[in-house]
C-alpha cells in the first residue's frame, strides 16, 4: 500500500495505521485520559478491544488519538447532520411593497400575504414606495409601519425599524416560528386534514351501506 493511499479523505480523520507519529495521547473509548504512549501499543490497545483508533486533535504535541468504533461514529454522525439540514430550512426573506396611500382592502389583502409568509416561517420586509411629495411626509410612512408591525405582534418581531432608503422606507419582520417549526405545524395541519377527510368518506360510505341494507331489508 502507498503513502497515497494511506492518505485520508478530506475532512475525515485519520484512523489506525494512517496515523504515522511516534507517539501519541491516548483517550480511551468512555473519555478515560490513559497518557502519552507510543503508536505501536495505542494501535495494539486498539486491536485487541475490537477498536478504531482515531486522531481526535492532529494539531496537539503529540497528537491526541480515541479508541472508538469508527464505523457506528460515522453513521451516527451522518444521521445528526441530516437531521440538523432537516431542521435549519432556510429561512425566505420575503418583500412586500406599499403604496403610502394605499385603501383599506388592499391594506387587509397585503397584511393577509404577510401573515401567510409569517405563518410559514419566513422573514418579511415590508417597504413603504413614496411618490413625488409624498417624500417629504416620511413620518406617514413611519406610522403606516409601525402600525403594521403593531397588528402582527402576535407573529412577528420588528428586527429593523423602519429606515429611509432613498425613495422607500421599509421595516423587517421576523418570525416568532422557526422555519422547521412552522414547516413541522403545517405538516400536522395537513395530516389532520387529511385523515379527517378520510374519517368523513368512511362515515358516507357506512352511511350509504347501512341505508342499502336497510332498503332491502324492506322488500
Given at each position: 500500500?502507498?503513502?497515497d ?11 489506525n ?17 490513559v ?36 464505523g ?14 432537516r ?6 426573506i420575503?418583500?412586500?411593497r406599499f403604496r403610502l396611500k ?18 410559514g ?14 417624500q ?8 403606516l409601519?409601525?402600525?403594521l408591525?403593531?397588528?402582527l405582534q ?15 422606507m ?5 418570525p416568532?416560528?422557526k ?41
Amino acid at each position: 500500500m502507498t503513502d497515497d493511499e494511506l492518505e485520508p479523505p478530506i475532512n475525515e480523520p485519520r484512523i489506525n495505521e494512517r496515523i504515522r507519529v511516534p507517539e501519541v495521547r491516548l483517550v480511551g473509548p468512555n473519555g478515560e485520559q490513559v497518557g502519552i504512549v507510543r503508536i505501536e501499543d495505542a494501535t495494539r490497545l486498539a486491536q485487541e478491544a475490537d477498536l478504531d483508533l482515531v486522531e481526535v486533535a492532529p494539531n496537539s504535541r503529540p497528537p491526541v488519538v480515541k479508541l472508538m468504533d469508527y464505523g457506528k461514529f460515522k453513521y451516527e454522525a451522518a444521521v445528526k447532520a441530516r437531521e440538523a439540514r432537516r431542521n435549519q430550512a432556510n429561512t425566505e426573506i420575503k418583500e412586500m411593497r406599499f403604496r403610502l396611500k394605499i385603501d383599506e382592502h388592499d391594506y387587509e389583502t397585503k397584511k393577509g400575504h404577510i401573515v401567510r409568509f409569517l405563518k410559514g416561517g419566513d422573514k418579511v420586509k415590508v417597504t413603504i414606495m413614496f411618490r413625488g411629495r409624498e417624500q417629504s411626509r416620511p413620518e406617514m410612512g413611519r406610522r403606516l409601519l409601525l402600525k403594521l408591525a403593531d397588528e402582527l405582534q402576535d407573529l412577528s418581531v420588528v428586527e429593523n425599524m423602519p429606515s429611509q432608503e432613498g425613495r422607500n422606507m421599509s421595516l423587517v419582520l421576523g418570525p416568532l416560528k422557526k422555519k422547521a417549526e412552522a414547516m413541522e405545524e403545517q405538516r400536522k395541519v395537513r395530516d389532520e386534514r387529511k385523515a379527517a377527510d378520510k374519517a368523513e368518506r368512511a362515515e358516507r360510505a357506512a352511511a350509504k351501506a347501512a341505508k342499502k341494507t336497510s332498503g332491502d331489508e324492506s322488500e
